[in-house]
């Protein structure tokens, strides 16, 4: 027998073995099916999430979806243990910085006490720059102190305004998508160039782009309460 014969019949042996535990295989496959399905529809959800939603969320299922949301950004994110986070539970990589987020699903206002959480945690995991999201808004001592310490904010219209840009951006068919055809990706940018990082000048809210009859403009994310506007 040469050796290109013996290499076929050990080949086609093999092939006997393992075609005879096809059940087994069958089993395994089905297993990893079973116990995949749960998460992956989970992902599936938090992706479609809208604002109304996230209004029922617990504080976890808020993280989750920032880790999803954050994902679509482009962000390589690791969630910091449920008990003894130091104040961060999300710590963001990409375009060449570490961000600590801290994230506040609630059902008023938020103070600093957050800021004064995330300012702390961003020097213990060595982050470049720190940041609360959160389905409300924040006090004018949060928004006060979160300007001092280069912390940014971002609120409920913020929040809101990027879920809707990400939705509108998937390609169609995909998780999250609101059009029929594919439009162009989001292109991840820093956190720091987004709009959320420019202060109104007459309330010390953010300060967020928004599109209007006239063309795109800068308002106040605190909008009725404060109406502040700037051109591009």
């Known amino acids: 027998m040469d050796l290109y014969s013996g290499l076929f019949k050990a080949t086609w042996d093999a092939l006997l073995i393992f075609l005879s535990f096809w059940q087994l295989w069958a089993i395994l496959l089905g297993m990893f099916i079973i116990t995949s399905l749960p998460g992956l529809y989970r992902r599936w959800r938090l992706s ?3 604002m109304d939603e996230v209004d029922r969320m617990g504080g976890i299922e808020f993280e989750e979806f920032l ?5 679509k950004l482009g962000y390589k994110v690791v969630r910091t243990p449920a008990s003894g986070d130091q104040g961060a539970d999300l710590i963001l990589t990409g375009n060449g910085e570490r961000i600590a987020v801290q994230a506040k699903r609630w059902n008023k206002r938020i103070g600093n006490k957050a800021v004064q959480e995330i300012t702390a945690a ?7 720059r720190s940041m609360v999201v959160s389905n409300q808004e924040f006090t004018n001592a949060a928004r006060e102190l979160a300007a001092s310490t280069q912390t940014e904010l971002w609120g409920r219209q913020r929040l809101a305004d990027q879920i809707i840009a990400l939705k509108k951006s998937a390609p169609a068919g995909t998780a999250g998508s609101t059009v029929s055809q594919p439009t162009a990706a989001v292109t991840p940018t820093p956190i720091a160039s987004q709009a959320s990082a420019r202060t109104c000048p007459r309330c010390g ?3 967020v782009r928004r599109q209007g009859k006239r063309g795109p403009f800068w308002g106040c994310s605190t909008y009725p309460r404060c109406r502040y506007t700037e051109e591009p």
Request: hydrophobic residues 30%.
């Open 48 to 50: 479609q999430a809208g």
């Open 67 to 71: 880790e999803t949301l954050f994902r």
């Open 122 to 128: 961003r020097l213990h995991y060595g982050c470049d």
């Open 205 to 207: 809210g953010q300060l």
